[in-house]
């Protein structure tokens, strides 16, 4: 049996929104990646201080909203916590995360339109119905990605510490604390924008 020949993937065909701009795609699709191995370590402080393994901190997340498992995760750092550098280090992991995890929800909960040279305007509604248009230029997506990276390979290091400490083992230098991100739903542009999304055809 032959293997048909690979083409060029072209993952704005793939959309529904056919017009919309590659490199947003590709952009959305590193935002969405990244978040979810940075999410993922969030599962570090429920196994170092609730003394759960891998398979009960996942059970554990997966039953919570993410809010309730970064609130969990603050009140276990506060009260558990006895290093002060790893605390301050963890404090600051999971503060850098709730804002990211802010601009994520932004950009992924939203229909898109507009142009890479003026800004990609991201249109969704708030829980109590009111619609928003967040525009927000293409160098502000890859900072959040870049921040979402950055953040991961610091988590890493906590994690590494938490593992060295636990195996009585050197203590692993923690990375320097990423500097705060940006909120992305601070640009918040007025409901009466004349722009609208693409409507279905």
């Known amino acids: 049996m032959s293997i048909p020949p690979l083409t060029p993937l072209k993952l704005h065909?793939?959309?529904?929104?056919?017009?919309?701009?590659?490199?947003?795609?590709?952009l959305l699709g590193i935002l969405s990646v990244n978040f979810n191995y940075a999410e993922r370590l969030l599962r570090i402080f429920l196994e170092e201080y609730l003394?759960?393994?891998?398979?009960?901190?996942?059970?554990?997340?997966?039953?919570?909203?993410?809010?309730?498992?970064?609130?969990?995760?603050?009140?276990?750092?506060e009260s558990r916590e006895h290093e002060?550098?790893?605390?301050?280090?963890?404090?600051?992991?999971?503060?850098?995360?709730d804002v990211i995890a802010e601009n994520r929800n932004v950009a992924m909960h939203a229909l898109v339109y507009g142009t890479k040279k003026e800004g990609f305007t991201f249109s969704k509604r708030t829980k109590?119905?009111?619609?928003?248009?967040?525009?927000?230029?293409?160098h502000e997506l890859e900072l959040c990605c870049k921040e979402l990276k950055q953040l991961f390979h610091f988590g890493c290091t906590i994690k590494a510490r938490f593992d060295s400490r636990r195996e009585g083992r050197r203590p692993v230098k923690l990375l320097p604390t990423p500097s705060e991100p940006r909120k992305l739903h601070s640009r918040q542009l007025s409901p009466n924008t004349n722009q609208s999304p693409p409507s279905a055809s």
């Open 51 to 77: 003394h759960v393994d891998e398979e009960t901190s996942a059970q554990i997340a997966c039953s919570m909203a993410n809010n309730a498992v970064i609130n969990l995760c603050r009140t276990l750092i």
């Open 84 to 97: 002060p550098e790893v605390k301050l280090a963890s404090e600051a992991y999971i503060d850098n995360f």
């Open 13 to 26: 065909e793939l959309c529904c929104d056919q017009d919309i701009d590659p490199d947003l795609v590709a």
């Open 128 to 138: 109590k119905g009111a619609l928003q248009h967040i525009t927000i230029l293409q």
